[in-house]
Protein backbone atom coordinates (compact mmCIF):
# COMPACT_ATOMS: atom_id res chain seq x y z
CA UNK A 1 0.00 0.00 0.00
CA UNK A 2 1.67 3.40 -1.14
CA UNK A 3 0.37 6.89 0.91
CA UNK A 4 -0.11 8.58 -2.20
CA UNK A 5 0.41 7.99 -6.10
CA UNK A 6 0.46 10.46 -8.60
CA UNK A 7 -1.11 8.63 -12.27
CA UNK A 8 -0.24 9.77 -15.67
CA UNK A 9 2.09 12.69 -15.76
CA UNK A 10 4.61 14.02 -18.18
CA UNK A 11 8.15 14.74 -16.72
CA UNK A 12 10.24 17.19 -18.07
CA UNK A 13 12.40 15.26 -20.90
CA UNK A 14 8.64 13.82 -21.92
CA UNK A 15 8.95 10.64 -20.47
CA UNK A 16 4.90 9.74 -18.80
CA UNK A 17 5.25 7.70 -15.55
CA UNK A 18 3.02 7.43 -12.27
CA UNK A 19 5.07 8.16 -9.15
CA UNK A 20 4.38 6.26 -5.79
CA UNK A 21 5.43 8.01 -2.57
CA UNK A 22 5.74 5.85 1.21
CA UNK A 23 6.53 8.55 3.93
CA UNK A 24 9.19 11.09 2.48
CA UNK A 25 10.46 8.72 -0.51
CA UNK A 26 9.58 7.87 -4.18
CA UNK A 27 9.11 4.31 -4.38
CA UNK A 28 8.24 3.17 -7.42
CA UNK A 29 7.92 5.12 -10.75
CA UNK A 30 6.45 3.16 -14.65
CA UNK A 31 3.29 2.11 -14.47
CA UNK A 32 1.82 1.69 -11.05
CA UNK A 33 -0.92 -0.32 -10.49
CA UNK A 34 -0.99 -0.73 -6.84
CA UNK A 35 -3.09 0.55 -3.90
CA UNK A 36 -2.70 4.17 -2.17
CA UNK A 37 -4.43 5.87 0.37
CA UNK A 38 -4.49 9.10 -1.96
CA UNK A 39 -4.26 9.16 -5.98
CA UNK A 40 -3.88 12.59 -7.39
CA UNK A 41 -4.52 12.59 -11.69
CA UNK A 42 -1.87 14.04 -13.82
CA UNK A 43 -2.49 12.97 -17.19
CA UNK A 44 -1.48 16.08 -19.74
CA UNK A 45 0.04 17.90 -16.79
CA UNK A 46 3.50 18.41 -16.69
CA UNK A 47 5.33 16.55 -13.08
CA UNK A 48 8.88 18.22 -12.25
CA UNK A 49 10.61 18.33 -9.15
CA UNK A 50 11.06 21.24 -7.01
CA UNK A 51 12.37 24.29 -8.16
CA UNK A 52 15.06 25.64 -6.18
CA UNK A 53 16.53 29.31 -5.62
CA UNK A 54 20.16 29.12 -5.11
CA UNK A 55 20.85 33.30 -4.55
CA UNK A 56 18.12 34.56 -2.30
CA UNK A 57 17.83 38.05 0.48
CA UNK A 58 15.99 36.65 2.94
CA UNK A 59 16.90 38.91 5.73
CA UNK A 60 15.85 41.32 3.68
CA UNK A 61 12.58 40.47 1.64
CA UNK A 62 9.19 42.09 1.97
CA UNK A 63 10.93 45.07 3.33
CA UNK A 64 9.81 47.33 0.77
CA UNK A 65 9.47 50.95 1.36
CA UNK A 66 11.08 50.63 5.06
CA UNK A 67 12.22 52.86 6.04
CA UNK A 68 12.02 54.73 2.73
CA UNK A 69 11.48 53.78 -1.43
CA UNK A 70 15.14 52.96 -3.29
CA UNK A 71 15.01 56.87 -5.23
CA UNK A 72 17.79 56.40 -7.30
CA UNK A 73 17.20 52.95 -7.72
CA UNK A 74 20.93 51.69 -8.01
CA UNK A 75 22.76 49.05 -6.25
CA UNK A 76 24.64 51.71 -4.56
CA UNK A 77 21.42 53.47 -2.62
CA UNK A 78 20.19 49.77 -1.77
CA UNK A 79 22.74 48.80 0.01
CA UNK A 80 23.10 52.27 1.88
CA UNK A 81 19.19 51.85 2.25
CA UNK A 82 19.50 48.33 3.79
CA UNK A 83 22.61 49.71 5.98
CA UNK A 84 19.26 52.05 7.92
CA UNK A 85 17.04 48.84 7.75
CA UNK A 86 19.31 46.53 9.42
CA UNK A 87 19.42 48.19 12.41
CA UNK A 88 16.08 48.62 12.89
CA UNK A 89 14.53 45.44 12.13
CA UNK A 90 14.00 42.86 15.14
CA UNK A 91 14.79 39.74 14.82
CA UNK A 92 10.68 38.82 15.31
CA UNK A 93 10.47 41.35 12.16
CA UNK A 94 12.79 39.89 9.97
CA UNK A 95 11.32 36.04 10.70
CA UNK A 96 7.92 37.57 10.41
CA UNK A 97 8.62 38.59 7.01
CA UNK A 98 10.44 35.41 6.44
CA UNK A 99 7.98 32.94 7.16
CA UNK A 100 5.10 34.80 5.14
CA UNK A 101 7.84 34.81 1.96
CA UNK A 102 8.34 31.15 2.86
CA UNK A 103 4.70 30.40 1.99
CA UNK A 104 5.30 32.36 -0.98
CA UNK A 105 7.43 30.22 -2.16
CA UNK A 106 5.50 26.70 -0.83
CA UNK A 107 2.91 28.37 -3.48
CA UNK A 108 4.85 28.73 -6.30
CA UNK A 109 6.72 25.24 -5.70
CA UNK A 110 9.68 26.53 -4.86
CA UNK A 111 10.85 24.28 -2.27
CA UNK A 112 15.31 24.69 -1.91
CA UNK A 113 16.75 28.44 -1.29
CA UNK A 114 20.23 29.68 -0.29
CA UNK A 115 19.72 33.01 1.15
CA UNK A 116 22.77 35.18 1.87
CA UNK A 117 22.58 36.36 5.60
CA UNK A 118 24.39 40.44 6.07
CA UNK A 119 27.08 39.69 8.89
CA UNK A 120 27.77 43.13 8.97
CA UNK A 121 26.11 44.41 12.30
CA UNK A 122 28.08 42.75 15.36
CA UNK A 123 24.35 42.12 16.79
CA UNK A 124 23.93 39.43 14.70
CA UNK A 125 20.07 39.83 14.29
CA UNK A 126 19.98 38.33 11.08
CA UNK A 127 21.57 35.45 11.32
CA UNK A 128 19.77 34.89 14.38
CA UNK A 129 16.12 35.48 13.05
CA UNK A 130 17.33 33.45 9.54
CA UNK A 131 18.88 30.04 11.65
CA UNK A 132 14.97 30.87 14.05
CA UNK A 133 13.74 30.17 10.31
CA UNK A 134 15.15 27.66 9.13
CA UNK A 135 14.80 25.51 11.94
CA UNK A 136 10.70 26.74 11.07
CA UNK A 137 10.57 25.57 7.76
CA UNK A 138 12.96 22.37 7.90
CA UNK A 139 10.13 20.13 7.67
CA UNK A 140 9.17 21.45 3.96
CA UNK A 141 12.61 23.87 2.85
CA UNK A 142 15.46 23.26 2.52
CA UNK A 143 16.88 26.32 3.05
CA UNK A 144 20.83 27.35 3.14
CA UNK A 145 22.26 29.85 4.61
CA UNK A 146 25.35 31.86 3.57
CA UNK A 147 27.74 34.36 6.02
CA UNK A 148 27.22 37.05 3.92
CA UNK A 149 29.63 40.28 4.55
CA UNK A 150 27.55 42.85 2.72
CA UNK A 151 29.69 45.77 4.12
CA UNK A 152 33.60 44.18 2.77
CA UNK A 153 35.63 41.69 5.00
CA UNK A 154 38.20 44.10 5.67
CA UNK A 155 36.23 47.26 4.79
CA UNK A 156 34.35 47.01 8.61
CA UNK A 157 36.38 46.62 11.49
CA UNK A 158 34.56 43.28 12.21
CA UNK A 159 33.97 42.01 9.06
CA UNK A 160 35.94 39.13 9.14
CA UNK A 161 35.26 38.47 12.39
CA UNK A 162 31.56 38.50 12.23
CA UNK A 163 31.83 35.96 9.05
CA UNK A 164 33.59 33.53 11.62
CA UNK A 165 30.93 34.03 14.30
CA UNK A 166 28.19 33.05 12.08
CA UNK A 167 30.05 30.25 11.10
CA UNK A 168 30.08 28.77 14.62
CA UNK A 169 26.60 29.45 15.13
CA UNK A 170 25.67 27.34 12.69
CA UNK A 171 25.44 29.54 9.16
CA UNK A 172 26.61 26.40 6.21
CA UNK A 173 27.98 28.44 3.31
CA UNK A 174 31.10 30.99 3.41
CA UNK A 175 30.11 34.42 1.07
CA UNK A 176 31.73 37.25 0.59
CA UNK A 177 31.95 40.61 -1.92
CA UNK A 178 35.60 40.99 -2.88
CA UNK A 179 34.26 43.67 -5.65
CA UNK A 180 33.25 46.15 -2.41
CA UNK A 181 36.86 45.58 -0.44
CA UNK A 182 38.69 48.67 -0.77
CA UNK A 183 40.99 47.93 -3.31
CA UNK A 184 41.16 45.46 -6.16
CA UNK A 185 44.14 43.87 -4.04
CA UNK A 186 42.08 43.52 -1.02
CA UNK A 187 39.22 42.37 -3.34
CA UNK A 188 41.84 39.13 -4.16
CA UNK A 189 42.91 38.70 -0.70
CA UNK A 190 39.49 38.72 0.81
CA UNK A 191 38.81 35.45 -2.18
CA UNK A 192 41.86 33.45 -1.17
CA UNK A 193 40.92 34.30 2.75
CA UNK A 194 37.20 32.77 2.26
CA UNK A 195 37.82 29.92 -0.01
CA UNK A 196 40.28 28.56 2.67
CA UNK A 197 38.03 29.27 5.40
CA UNK A 198 35.65 27.11 3.50
CA UNK A 199 38.18 24.44 2.28
CA UNK A 200 39.51 24.18 6.04
CA UNK A 201 35.88 23.89 7.81
CA UNK A 202 34.70 21.38 5.27
CA UNK A 203 31.91 24.28 3.97
CA UNK A 204 30.76 24.99 0.43
CA UNK A 205 31.94 28.88 -0.80
CA UNK A 206 29.23 31.06 -2.55
CA UNK A 207 30.54 34.95 -3.62
CA UNK A 208 28.94 38.04 -4.60
CA UNK A 209 31.65 38.37 -7.64
CA UNK A 210 32.25 41.27 -9.76
CA UNK A 211 28.62 42.58 -9.64
CA UNK A 212 30.10 45.69 -11.40
CA UNK A 213 30.12 46.97 -15.12
CA UNK A 214 33.86 47.73 -14.57
CA UNK A 215 35.43 45.24 -17.16
CA UNK A 216 38.61 45.38 -15.08
CA UNK A 217 36.63 43.63 -11.93
CA UNK A 218 38.45 40.87 -12.44
CA UNK A 219 38.09 38.69 -8.67
CA UNK A 220 36.38 35.84 -10.63
CA UNK A 221 39.79 34.76 -12.16
CA UNK A 222 40.82 34.59 -8.69
CA UNK A 223 37.94 32.65 -7.52
CA UNK A 224 38.72 29.59 -10.44
CA UNK A 225 42.17 29.64 -9.06
CA UNK A 226 41.59 29.43 -5.27
CA UNK A 227 38.51 26.42 -6.19
CA UNK A 228 40.98 24.96 -8.36
CA UNK A 229 44.05 25.21 -5.53
CA UNK A 230 41.47 23.82 -2.87
CA UNK A 231 39.45 21.09 -5.19
CA UNK A 232 36.46 22.85 -3.94
CA UNK A 233 34.55 22.00 -7.80
CA UNK A 234 31.11 22.07 -8.11
CA UNK A 235 31.03 23.22 -3.98
CA UNK A 236 31.88 26.42 -5.02
CA UNK A 237 29.84 29.26 -6.55
CA UNK A 238 30.17 33.03 -8.27
CA UNK A 239 26.96 34.94 -7.58
CA UNK A 240 26.35 37.31 -10.34
CA UNK A 241 29.39 37.57 -12.50
CA UNK A 242 28.15 40.50 -13.92
CA UNK A 243 31.67 42.17 -15.00
CA UNK A 244 32.35 39.39 -17.38
CA UNK A 245 29.59 40.81 -19.98
CA UNK A 246 31.48 43.75 -20.34
CA UNK A 247 35.10 42.24 -20.22
CA UNK A 248 37.94 41.67 -23.06
CA UNK A 249 36.72 38.94 -25.77
CA UNK A 250 40.63 37.99 -25.89
CA UNK A 251 41.11 37.99 -21.79
CA UNK A 252 37.24 35.81 -21.45
CA UNK A 253 38.55 33.54 -24.15
CA UNK A 254 41.34 32.70 -21.34
CA UNK A 255 39.03 32.76 -18.61
CA UNK A 256 36.34 30.56 -19.19
CA UNK A 257 38.53 27.23 -19.57
CA UNK A 258 40.05 28.45 -16.36
CA UNK A 259 36.62 28.82 -14.51
CA UNK A 260 35.46 25.39 -16.43
CA UNK A 261 38.82 23.37 -14.92
CA UNK A 262 37.85 24.62 -11.15
CA UNK A 263 34.56 22.74 -11.27
CA UNK A 264 33.04 26.01 -10.09
CA UNK A 265 29.40 27.10 -10.61
CA UNK A 266 27.99 30.06 -11.61
CA UNK A 267 24.71 31.57 -10.53
CA UNK A 268 23.52 35.03 -12.45
CA UNK A 269 20.69 36.73 -10.96
CA UNK A 270 18.88 38.33 -14.39
CA UNK A 271 15.68 39.92 -12.51
CA UNK A 272 18.37 42.18 -10.49
CA UNK A 273 21.48 42.36 -12.89
CA UNK A 274 19.16 43.27 -15.92
CA UNK A 275 17.60 46.61 -13.39
CA UNK A 276 20.95 47.39 -11.77
CA UNK A 277 23.09 47.14 -14.36
CA UNK A 278 24.23 49.38 -17.04
CA UNK A 279 22.76 52.44 -14.99
CA UNK A 280 25.91 54.74 -15.33
CA UNK A 281 26.00 54.44 -19.31
CA UNK A 282 24.08 56.53 -21.46
CA UNK A 283 23.06 55.15 -25.01
CA UNK A 284 23.81 51.93 -25.93
CA UNK A 285 22.91 50.67 -22.53
CA UNK A 286 24.77 47.37 -21.32
CA UNK A 287 22.32 44.12 -20.31
CA UNK A 288 24.91 43.66 -17.50
CA UNK A 289 24.08 39.76 -17.53
CA UNK A 290 27.20 37.30 -17.44
CA UNK A 291 27.98 35.16 -19.84
CA UNK A 292 25.74 32.52 -19.71
CA UNK A 293 25.40 30.57 -22.82
CA UNK A 294 29.48 30.93 -23.36
CA UNK A 295 29.79 29.55 -19.82
CA UNK A 296 27.49 26.40 -20.68
CA UNK A 297 29.36 25.91 -23.68
CA UNK A 298 32.24 25.01 -21.85
CA UNK A 299 30.79 22.76 -19.42
CA UNK A 300 30.34 25.14 -16.41
CA UNK A 301 27.28 24.45 -14.62
CA UNK A 302 25.18 27.52 -14.66
CA UNK A 303 21.85 28.05 -12.61
CA UNK A 304 19.48 31.21 -12.59
CA UNK A 305 18.79 33.03 -8.90
CA UNK A 306 15.97 35.16 -8.10
CA UNK A 307 18.18 37.54 -5.42
CA UNK A 308 15.21 39.76 -3.88
CA UNK A 309 11.75 40.04 -3.42
CA UNK A 310 10.30 43.48 -2.79
CA UNK A 311 13.23 44.80 -0.75
CA UNK A 312 15.87 47.67 -1.06
CA UNK A 313 16.95 46.51 -4.36
CA UNK A 314 14.05 45.31 -6.27
CA UNK A 315 10.23 46.48 -5.69
CA UNK A 316 9.16 43.29 -7.62
CA UNK A 317 9.35 39.79 -7.35
CA UNK A 318 6.91 36.93 -6.71
CA UNK A 319 8.73 33.90 -5.49
CA UNK A 320 8.55 32.28 -8.90
CA UNK A 321 11.30 30.97 -10.37
CA UNK A 322 9.86 30.62 -13.96
CA UNK A 323 9.66 34.47 -13.61
CA UNK A 324 13.49 34.46 -13.08
CA UNK A 325 14.24 32.05 -16.01
CA UNK A 326 11.29 33.93 -18.12
CA UNK A 327 13.69 36.91 -17.76
CA UNK A 328 17.09 35.46 -18.18
CA UNK A 329 15.70 33.56 -21.49
CA UNK A 330 15.09 37.04 -22.92
CA UNK A 331 18.45 38.51 -21.73
CA UNK A 332 20.71 35.90 -22.37
CA UNK A 333 18.05 35.07 -26.10
CA UNK A 334 18.06 31.66 -24.87
CA UNK A 335 15.41 31.18 -27.71
CA UNK A 336 16.40 27.90 -29.22
CA UNK A 337 14.00 25.22 -28.25
CA UNK A 338 16.85 23.54 -26.55
CA UNK A 339 17.90 26.51 -24.50
CA UNK A 340 14.09 27.15 -23.32
CA UNK A 341 14.53 23.57 -21.69
CA UNK A 342 17.61 24.38 -20.43
CA UNK A 343 16.33 27.67 -18.59
CA UNK A 344 13.64 25.30 -17.03
CA UNK A 345 16.08 22.85 -16.02
CA UNK A 346 18.36 25.96 -14.61
CA UNK A 347 15.90 26.65 -11.96
CA UNK A 348 15.47 23.44 -11.10
CA UNK A 349 18.22 20.65 -11.72
CA UNK A 350 20.98 22.54 -12.49
CA UNK A 351 20.01 24.65 -9.30
CA UNK A 352 19.82 21.98 -7.16
CA UNK A 353 23.85 20.73 -7.88
CA UNK A 354 25.05 24.04 -7.30
CA UNK A 355 23.08 23.74 -3.80
CA UNK A 356 24.46 20.62 -3.19
CA UNK A 357 20.53 18.90 -2.24
CA UNK A 358 20.58 15.22 -2.14
CA UNK A 359 18.17 12.41 -3.45
CA UNK A 360 16.93 15.37 -5.50
CA UNK A 361 14.70 14.06 -8.31
CA UNK A 362 11.90 11.96 -9.87
CA UNK A 363 13.45 8.33 -9.55
CA UNK A 364 12.86 5.45 -7.33
CA UNK A 365 14.73 6.43 -3.93
CA UNK A 366 14.38 10.03 -4.48
CA UNK A 367 12.89 12.77 -2.05
CA UNK A 368 9.45 12.59 -2.99
CA UNK A 369 9.35 16.39 -3.39
CA UNK A 370 7.87 17.59 -6.85
CA UNK A 371 5.15 20.15 -8.24
CA UNK A 372 2.73 19.31 -10.88
CA UNK A 373 2.06 22.53 -13.19
CA UNK A 374 -0.90 23.52 -15.76
CA UNK A 375 1.48 22.84 -18.79
CA UNK A 376 2.42 20.17 -20.70
CA UNK A 377 5.89 20.77 -20.83
CA UNK A 378 9.03 22.91 -19.53
CA UNK A 379 8.88 25.72 -22.29
CA UNK A 380 4.87 25.89 -22.05
CA UNK A 381 5.43 26.46 -18.37
CA UNK A 382 7.75 29.12 -19.22
CA UNK A 383 5.77 30.64 -22.15
CA UNK A 384 2.51 30.97 -19.40
CA UNK A 385 4.71 30.86 -15.98
CA UNK A 386 1.87 28.36 -15.13
CA UNK A 387 0.05 27.85 -12.28
CA UNK A 388 1.57 25.32 -9.70
CA UNK A 389 -1.91 22.95 -9.38
CA UNK A 390 -0.26 21.05 -6.45
CA UNK A 391 3.22 21.12 -4.53
CA UNK A 392 4.42 17.76 -2.56
CA UNK A 393 7.44 18.33 0.16
CA UNK A 394 8.79 15.31 1.48
CA UNK A 395 5.76 13.36 0.75
CA UNK A 396 2.93 15.83 2.07
CA UNK A 397 0.71 17.65 -0.33
CA UNK A 398 1.52 21.30 1.09
CA UNK A 399 -0.13 23.38 -1.21
CA UNK A 400 -2.48 23.15 -4.49
CA UNK A 401 -5.00 24.96 -6.47
CA UNK A 402 -7.76 24.96 -8.99
CA UNK A 403 -6.88 25.35 -12.49
CA UNK A 404 -7.30 29.06 -13.44
CA UNK A 405 -9.43 28.80 -16.76
CA UNK A 406 -10.84 31.86 -17.94
CA UNK A 407 -14.84 31.70 -18.71
CA UNK A 408 -15.87 33.67 -21.96
CA UNK A 409 -18.89 35.33 -22.71
CA UNK A 410 -18.69 34.98 -26.58
CA UNK A 411 -21.56 33.97 -28.75
CA UNK A 412 -20.02 30.93 -30.89
CA UNK A 413 -16.90 30.97 -29.04
CA UNK A 414 -15.16 28.56 -26.79
CA UNK A 415 -16.68 28.36 -22.76
CA UNK A 416 -13.13 28.40 -21.36
CA UNK A 417 -9.68 29.48 -22.25
CA UNK A 418 -6.58 27.84 -21.22
CA UNK A 419 -3.60 29.20 -23.28
CA UNK A 420 -1.94 25.97 -23.50
CA UNK A 421 -1.45 24.52 -26.80
CA UNK A 422 -4.40 22.78 -28.03
CA UNK A 423 -6.36 24.20 -24.99
ZN1 LIG B 1 22.77 38.89 -3.76
Redesign the pocket.
Known sequence: MFDLIIKGGTQPDGTTSDIAIIGDRIAATGRIDGEAKEVIHATGDLVAPPFVDP?F?MDATLSYGIPRLNASGTLLEGIALWGELRELATVEDMVARALTYCDWAVSMGLLAIRT?VDTTPDHLRGVEAMLEVKKKVAPYIDLQLVAFPQDGLYRTKTGRENVIRALDLGVDVVGGIPHFERTMEEGNESVKDLARIAADRGLMLDL?CDETDDPMSRHVEALAAEVTRHGLGCRAAG?HLTSMHSMDNYYVSKLLPLMAESGMTAIP?PLINITLQGCHDIYPKRRGLTRVKEMQAHGITVGWGQ?CVMDPWYSLGTADMLDVAFMGLHVAQMTHPDEMRRCFDMVTRDNAKIMGLDGYGLMKGDTASLVILDAGDPTEALRLRAERLCVISKGNVISHRARGDARLSLPGRPETVRRRRGA
Do not use: M, R, V
Open positions: HHHHSND
